[in-house]
């Protein structure tokens, strides 16, 4: 998580400088921009305080941990999804690059015999083409993973918290119900999650998180076999192009 902490605090350094050096920092009225930037900044931490302190309360009257619970809801946090993307991304190209630069630097003592560099193209043309939509889509599906995993843990502590074997029974019965109901028709919402029994009975973040949860897996099931076949289409495509490629007569 080292290298999550650098990225996170890398972009975070550099969107504060990028700020500090623009026209609003240096224009004829950049005393009104500062003035305003200060009002925002406290406006957005008045605004977090509010928020942090009613999840405290909420996640107490639930004898719910609040630090606990509050680990797995920073799981897939904006910030921990933007540090997951850069750190994802820069490791990738990192390795690609390093990979290419090696396979490139071989394929230049080749060429000095059979023009063996061309093979080095068609690989970096396959390696990167489409690249960014491949990260994309696995970076979604792995943050979706990470999301319903984080959903699930944290209905298992409202529940373990629960003070009564009643209370316990009308939850789970509750989520068996939210199961079955995806199991069959693919996908849940809010207003399907209304008309399960017990529903105002149930604990709002409880609900949420069944419903955060359902969504992940719904999203998963969509994008995983997509970026399967794309891994294999360029696989193909990679393979068929080699093998033409040195067949041809030049």
């Not at 630090?67 to 920073?74: F, I, L, P, R, S």
């Not at 933007?82 to 990192?94: C, E, K, P």
């Not at 949860?213 to 990679?238: F, G, S, T």
């Amino acid at each position: 998580m080292f290298e999550m902490f650098l990225t996170i605090m890398a972009a975070l350094i550099a969107a504060i400088y990028g700020v500090s050096q623009s026209v609003f920092m240096n224009g004829p009225h950049r005393n009104y921009y500062r003035i305003g930037l200060l009002v925002l900044i406290l406006i957005i931490y008045g605004l977090y305080k509010i928020h942090h302190t009613a999840r405290q309360r909420h996640l107490k009257r639930l004898h719910v941990e609040p630090e606990a619970y509050v680990y797995y809801a920073k799981y897939t946090s904006l910030l921990y999804r933007a540090g997951y993307f850069i750190s994802y991304f820069i490791q990738n190209i990192l390795f690609d690059y390093i990979y290419m630069w090696r396979n490139f630097n071989f394929c230049k003592g080749l060429d000095v015999y059979d023009g063996g560099v061309g093979e080095y193209y068609i690989k970096f043309r396959h390696t990167w083409y489409r690249y960014l939509k491949l990260t994309r889509y696995r970076h979604k599906v792995s943050l979706k993973k990470l999301q319903g995993y984080a959903a699930d843990m944290k209905n298992q502590m409202i529940v373990d918290a629960l003070q009564t074997e009643e209370e316990k029974e009308r939850y789970l019965h509750y989520a068996e119900e939210a199961k079955n109901y995806f199991d069959e028709h693919g996908t849940l919402t809010k207003s399907v999650l209304k008309s399960f029994a017990n529903y105002g009975q149930i604990d709002w973040y409880y609900r949420k998180n069944i419903l955060k949860n359902y969504k992940a897996i719904a999203c998963v099931r969509k994008y995983q076999p997509l970026v399967i076949e794309m891994v294999r289409q360029k696989e193909d495509w990679n393979q068929k192009d080699l093998n033409e490629f040195r067949k041809k007569e030049f």
